[in-house]
């Protein structure tokens, strides 16, 4: 093959990668606007009272991919008027998970939680436990990562530093322990980024369903728990997944009937 040969077939190549990198990026931007004018109207319905409409608007909103803590937030607020207990749940943790920090989720969840039947009481933990769960799950996985990056610009400066004073032992250490917080905020992050995208933690939808001994829809009854109750999904056969809840009870449950988180 002679070298001109070889320049049009590169020539070729380099054309339709530019071609293809266009049209993506005018997907992008289409379908961007689309989601911004979704959200437009969704807001508008809603503020018109047209709660399904709104509630449709948003739904759509996330079917393209748009899940944000925000969006997830405003649907639950939109089931939370049709008097939709689950999903009024269900998408308040989902906003609350990619926004733990954010206080008016929060308490709008505990509002919805107030509408759950079953009041549990949970298994207690030692507070050592508990208090480090809290902290690591206080940001979220964006959050974690806005801290790892600013440790490690602060550590930066302070080994720049580090080069012109006289206490370098001081300094050195500085260094070191911000590089320490920069790859714990980091490894917070990638926890609750697993968690954010595969989530073991489930919202009952359907109003109530008795809870199973085995997988199998002959299996004893143990118990009845109730539409928007939250629990933790332990293994699964077939149609069926074992579940915990927070008081410790386990049991088996078909799967169609909740949403994972």
Request: aromatic content about 12%.
């Amino acid at each position: 093959m002679n070298i001109a040969k070889q320049k049009r077939i590169w020539f070729r190549i380099g054309r339709m990668l530019l071609l293809l990198l266009l049209v993506s990026g005018q997907w992008s931007v289409v379908s961007g606007q689309s989601a911004n004018e979704l959200y437009k109207t969704a807001s508008a319905q809603y503020k018109a009272g047209q709660f399904e409409q709104a509630q449709a608007s948003y739904e759509k909103i996330i079917s393209q991919g748009y899940r944000t803590s925000e969006v997830y937030y405003n649907l639950g607020n939109c089931y939370f008027k049709l008097n939709n207990t689950g999903k009024t749940i269900l998408n308040f943790e989902h906003a609350h998970k990619l926004a733990p920090e954010d206080e008016d989720i929060a308490h709008n969840l505990k509002i919805a939680q107030l509408k759950v039947v079953d009041k549990l009481i949970p298994v207690p933990q030692m507070a050592i436990v508990s208090n480090w769960n809290s902290f690591t799950t206080s940001q979220s996985s964006k959050g974690w990562g806005v801290f790892a990056l600013g440790f490690v610009w602060i550590a930066l400066i302070v080994f720049a530093v580090y080069l012109f004073v006289a206490k370098k032992g001081f300094v050195l250490f500085l260094g070191i322990l911000l590089l320490f917080l920069s790859i714990a905020s980091g490894s917070f992050a990638f926890k609750q980024s697993n968690a954010e995208e595969d989530s073991s933690e489930a919202v009952l939808l359907t109003e109530n369903v008795n809870v199973k001994s085995a997988p199998d829809a002959n299996g004893t009854d143990l118990f009845t728990i109730h539409e928007g109750i939250k629990f933790q999904i332990l293994d699964h056969v077939g149609n069926w997944n074992k579940i915990r809840l927070a008081d410790g009870k386990v049991g088996w449950v078909e799967k169609n009937l909740f949403e994972k988180i």
